[in-house]
């Protein structure tokens, strides 16, 4: 599966569960399958992490991730500094019933609708246990500035620490997707669209413009769009121009220059002509005719 089916289903919006500094002597974490993301910086001392049956030895700044449904037995060797957190990275709406799990707690089947899926599943996609950012000062930064405001209940700083996560995820995606994957795991729906086209109705549209948007060749972008749409992408623009024309001309005083320009019509003559042959009335006949019905 594509990053983009998968987003299809389960958007990507991390979610922490646990954040904490774990400041601990000699230390062990019998073993136990993971539901979530696991993500440990190991601050200060030596851990040695057996990961899927794969013993692991991480030193003083290092980054371990452990990935979904993997069985994990965590030991601390020295004393250790390890801040971690244990987060969500796809959206589910049962995302408050899942858990970190418990020590020893292997047997997930009663809780498989809660396991979150795993980014190494998806094609294109190779994350390491021992993670390598490319900028691991600004990623430490992130992370330690995430656990540290996750720490305090004030909503914004809850809300920061969300925000920092959402960073951190990326940044190990931009990290560890393969470059020639990067065309392939461009999004293929193009649900954003609607609102892309809102936002920008005033202005001239090209399909070269929404093609690079989508990261799509334009031949692409138009054959995908009539596809999901059932209409070539400028028949769809303009008929929400001639709509949103609609609702001004009934709703406001605005001058009819004013309606075209708002549209993204060039002038009112475009705007006249377009009106009238998707609606069989010039603009004004249209005003006049919605106040009669209205009994404006």
Same mark, same amino acid.
């Given at each position: 599966?594509? =990053?983009?089916?998968?987003?299809?289903?389960?958007?990507m *919006?991390?979610?922490?569960?646990?954040?904490?500094?774990?400041v601990?002597?000699p230390?062990?974490?019998?073993?136990?399958?993971?539901?979530?993301?696991? !993500? *440990?910086?190991?601050?200060?001392?030596?851990? *040695?992490?057996?990961?899927?049956?794969?013993?692991?030895?991480?030193?003083?700044?290092?980054?371990?991730?452990?990935?979904?449904?993997s069985?994990?037995? !965590?030991?601390?060797? @020295?004393?250790?500094?390890?801040?971690?957190?244990?987060?969500?990275?796809f959206?589910?709406? =049962?995302?408050?019933?899942?858990?970190?799990?418990?020590?020893?707690?292997?047997?997930?089947t009663?809780?498989?609708?809660?396991?979150? +899926?795993?980014?190494?599943?998806?094609?294109?996609?190779?994350?390491?246990?021992?993670?390598? +950012?490319?900028r691991?000062v600004?990623?430490?930064?992130?992370?330690?500035?995430?656990?540290?405001?996750?720490?305090?209940?004030?909503?914004?700083?809850?809300?920061?620490?969300?925000?920092?996560?959402?960073?951190?995820?990326?940044a190990?995606?931009?990290?560890? @997707?393969?470059?020639?994957?990067?065309?392939?795991?461009?999004?293929? #729906?193009?649900?954003?669209?609607?609102?892309?086209?809102?936002?920008?109705? #005033?202005?001239?549209?090209?399909?070269?413009?929404?093609?690079?948007?989508?990261?799509? #060749? +334009?031949?692409?972008?138009?054959?995908?769009?009539?596809?999901?749409f059932? *209409?070539? +992408?400028?028949?769809?623009?303009?008929?929400?121009?001639?709509?949103?024309?609609?609702?001004? !001309?009934? @709703?406001?005083? !605005?001058?009819?220059?004013?309606?075209?320009?708002?549209?993204?019509f060039?002038?009112?003559?475009?705007?006249?002509?377009?009106?009238?042959?998707?609606?069989?009335?010039?603009?004004?006949?249209?005003?006049?005719?919605?106040?009669?019905?209205?009994?404006?």
């Amino acid at each position: 599966m594509y =990053l983009s089916d998968l987003l299809e289903q389960s958007p990507m *919006v991390p979610y922490i569960r646990e954040s904490n500094f774990a400041v601990r002597s000699p230390w062990m974490m019998p073993e136990r399958r993971l539901l979530d993301y696991l !993500l *440990v910086y190991i601050q200060e001392g030596t851990c *040695v992490f057996r990961i899927d049956g794969h013993d692991y030895e991480f030193t003083s700044g290092e980054f371990c991730l452990i990935q979904p449904n993997s069985t994990n037995l !965590l030991e601390g060797r @020295t004393n250790t500094i390890t801040p971690f957190a244990h987060l969500d990275i796809f959206y589910s709406p =049962l995302r408050e019933q899942s858990f970190p799990t418990r020590a020893g707690q292997l047997d997930l089947t009663a809780y498989r609708h809660l396991m979150q +899926p795993r980014l190494n599943d998806l094609t294109g996609i190779d994350i390491p246990i021992r993670l390598a +950012p490319k900028r691991p000062v600004q990623f430490r930064e992130a992370f330690l500035n995430m656990v540290e405001c996750w720490q305090h209940r004030d909503p914004l700083l809850q809300l920061k620490a969300q925000t920092l996560a959402s960073e951190i995820v990326l940044a190990i995606l931009e990290d560890h @997707t393969k470059p020639h994957e990067t065309v392939r795991l461009a999004p293929q #729906s193009l649900n954003w669209i609607t609102s892309f086209f809102s936002f920008h109705l #005033s202005e001239p549209l090209s399909i070269a413009e929404m093609a690079q948007r989508a990261n799509l #060749s +334009p031949s692409r972008f138009s054959a995908v769009f009539k596809a999901q749409f059932g *209409v070539p +992408p400028h028949q769809y623009l303009l008929e929400l121009r001639i709509r949103h024309a609609k609702e001004l !001309l009934e @709703t406001t005083e !605005l001058h009819l220059e004013e309606v075209a320009g708002y549209c993204g019509f060039a002038d009112i003559h475009h705007f006249s002509k377009a009106f009238k042959a998707k609606t069989g009335q010039s603009p004004g006949s249209y005003r006049s005719r919605m106040r009669d019905t209205n009994g404006g």
